[in-house]
């Protein structure tokens, strides 16, 4: 088991069932809530459902992220240097990249009470 694969199954035992609570727009960044956790993420996600995608910038794309809020955590994927997923219960996914290309140093960060994750 790689150690990606070792963070992702404590970050799926956290996350798993938590409610989005709330979607906080930042000037670079998008935030969203779930209880005592936070996830911000620094590359604008795409949000996917049923067949049906949204990126920054298109119509619509506000409204798909806000509803969101309610949704419950199923499960968190990382592929390292290529993109993450957070997956809801209603089956809607919020996909972002995690390529070096982008010149981040960080491009999610999830924080449950005192556990950090970053990537």
Not at 56 to 81: N, Q
Request: aromatic letters at 8%; a negative charge.
């Amino acid at each position: 088991m790689t150690t990606t694969d070792l963070q992702c199954s404590r970050l799926n035992a956290v996350l798993e069932g938590r409610h989005i609570d709330g979607v906080t727009f930042v000037r670079d960044y998008l935030q969203l809530d779930c209880g005592d956790g936070v996830v911000n993420l620094y590359d604008w996600p795409i949000v996917k459902q049923s067949g049906d995608e949204r990126s920054f910038g298109d119509a619509g794309y506000r409204t798909a992220l806000v509803a969101c809020v309610g949704g419950a955590i199923a499960g968190v994927t990382i592929e390292p240097e290529v993109a993450g997923e957070i997956h809801l219960d209603d089956g809607r996914t919020l996909k972002w990249s995690l390529s070096p290309e982008l010149g981040l140093t960080e491009t999610v960060v999830f924080t449950v009470g005192e556990e950090v994750w970053i990537w």
